[in-house]
Structure formats: C-alpha cells, structure tokens
C-alpha cells in the first residue's frame, strides 16, 4: 500500500490505491480485508470522497507552540462529530449564525487497528498512514473553551483527504500549508509538533479506545483567520497533497 484512496464509482464507494494513471480497485478496505483487482479506474470515472469515516474525530490543540511558551503538560483533546467530515471538494458551510469559518491546516493519523492502552514505541503499527485536515472552527462562535464543541462541531467542519499516505514519515520536515484563493496564509512543518504521531496515539488510547478509521488532528500552527463564502480553502501536506474545498453559505 501507498496512496489509499477512497471513492464513489456509480452507485458503489470502494477504496484503491492511487496510480498516475487512475485508481486501483480493491476488495474489502485497508482495515479488514484488502485484495487488489485487475481493475483499473481513470480518474474522470471517480469522484474522490473522505478517506475514512470514522466512529470520532480526536483534535489536540496547541501542539504547535514556539519552544519559549509554555508547553502543556498533557495534550489539550477535544472531539469533533463524524457528520462534520466531508471529503476534498465537499462545501464547508458557513453557519447562518456568522460570516467567516476559520482555517487550521492540520496532518491527520488514521488509525489502522483496535488501540488502547497504546506504548509510544508500538504506535507505529496502529497508525495505517496519514492524510491532510481542515480542523475549520466558527471563532466568533467559540467564546471560551466550554463552546469549543459547537464552534469546531458543525456539519462539515472536517474535511479529510484527499488520500491516506501510509509510507508518510512525520518525523521529517514537511511544510503543511493553507492557502485561501490561492494566497498563502498558514505554514508550519510536522517535525515542529510538541507531541509526535505516536505520543498521541499512545496519549489518546489511554482515554478512549481508538477504533480502525478514527482520526487524530495533531494540532494547527498559528495564523489561523477567517475564509468566508465565495473563497477556496486549500491545505497542502508535501508527501500527501491537495485538500481544496470551496467555503459557501449554510
């Protein structure tokens, strides 16, 4: 495995594995039973959806601090709803009740197996790979941490893909960009993260068990600001690549 895909063929959603010249198909998924094909699928044949849908969306904030500020003594968690997940191209809407969304370019852990109780140098084999996130929040919405479920929970305030890389290493230097309109307006590296992939897998399982397809957000830099209707947001992950989704009206 490599580029794991997720996608709509007709009436079907199948998983494959990304190729230049279109998608493989296979049997089963990545999570249970995975079998290639002889069929191969060009790209103008598919419409690529959210790599996963999970039974929940972890997030860990301020995960990228500068090594001056203090840094917290355990990851900071919170959770997002699996209706707020949408795939690459999906709208992320706008609520009625406000005008802007924020943009947070984030690297997500898909979770490959059953984990709890996880040790931070088993982790690795929990992980299947990696993916691009929007952890997009209504700020204006958030006024303090007893909100931030509402702020970062609405339908769409999610999206994932547009592939799982499972030969990603985080551990390198790879930028994680956002860009509204083509402009861009976020850059942090995954090498700069407080906590690891592994760390928080290990982290996290000791709260709650992690089940295969669940995500893990490992946290946004700053520089985080507003995307309204009309504007494209875009999160780029060198290694993984373009996550596009347009900002329209709810």
């Known amino acids: 495995m490599a580029k794991v895909i997720r996608f709509?063929?007709?009436?079907?959603?199948?998983?494959?594995?990304?190729?230049?010249?279109g998608v493989t198909l296979y049997e089963g998924s990545p999570f249970v039973v995975w079998e290639p094909t002889?069929?191969?699928?060009?790209?103008?044949?598919?419409?690529?959806?959210?790599?996963?849908?999970?039974?929940?969306?972890?997030?860990?904030?301020?995960?990228?601090?500068?090594?001056?500020?203090?840094?917290?003594?355990?990851?900071?968690?919170f959770l997002k709803p699996t209706t707020s997940v949408v795939g690459p191209g999906a709208?992320?809407?706008?609520?009625?009740?406000?005008?802007?969304?924020?943009?947070?370019?984030?690297?997500?852990?898909?979770i490959g197996?059953?984990?709890r109780y996880v040790r931070v140098e088993d982790a690795g084999s929990y992980i299947l790979g990696y993916t691009a996130a929007n952890d997009v929040t209504a700020l204006d919405?958030?006024?303090?941490?007893?909100?931030?479920?509402?702020?970062?929970?609405?339908?769409?305030?999610?999206?994932?893909?547009?592939?799982?890389?499972t030969e990603f290493d985080p551990l390198?230097?790879?930028?994680v960009e956002c860009l509204i309109d083509d402009d861009l307006r976020q850059t942090a590296f995954t090498?700069?993260?407080?906590?690891?992939?592994?760390?928080?897998?290990?982290?996290?399982?000791?709260?709650?068990?992690?089940?295969?397809?669940?995500?893990?957000?490992?946290?946004t830099t700053n520089g985080g600001g507003p995307a309204y209707p009309g504007e494209i947001m875009e999160v780029r992950i060198?290694?993984?690549?373009?996550?596009?989704?347009?900002?329209?009206?709810?």
Request: net charge negative.
């Open 191 to 219: 090498s700069e993260m407080v906590y690891g992939p592994g760390e928080l897998v290990s982290y996290v399982s000791s709260v709650m068990t992690l089940l295969p397809g669940d995500v893990i957000l490992t946290g």
């Open 91 to 110: 709208g992320v809407a706008v609520p009625p009740m406000t005008s802007a969304v924020s943009y947070e370019a984030e690297l997500a852990v898909i």
């Open 38 to 77: 002889e069929v191969t699928l060009g790209w103008d044949e598919i419409r690529v959806l959210s790599p996963v849908l999970p039974t929940k969306v972890v997030g860990v904030g301020g995960n990228h601090v500068d090594p001056e500020d203090h840094q917290p003594v355990d990851p900071y968690l």
């Open 8 to 21: 709509r063929h007709g009436d079907d959603i199948a998983y494959g594995v990304a190729e230049m010249e």
């Open 141 to 165: 919405l958030m006024g303090g941490p007893e909100h931030l479920t509402r702020a970062k929970g609405f339908d769409s305030f999610c999206p994932l893909g547009p592939m799982i890389e």
């Open 238 to 250: 060198e290694g993984i690549g373009a996550l596009v989704n347009p900002v329209v009206r709810g």
């Open 113 to 115: 197996r059953i984990a």
């Open 172 to 175: 390198e230097q790879h930028p």
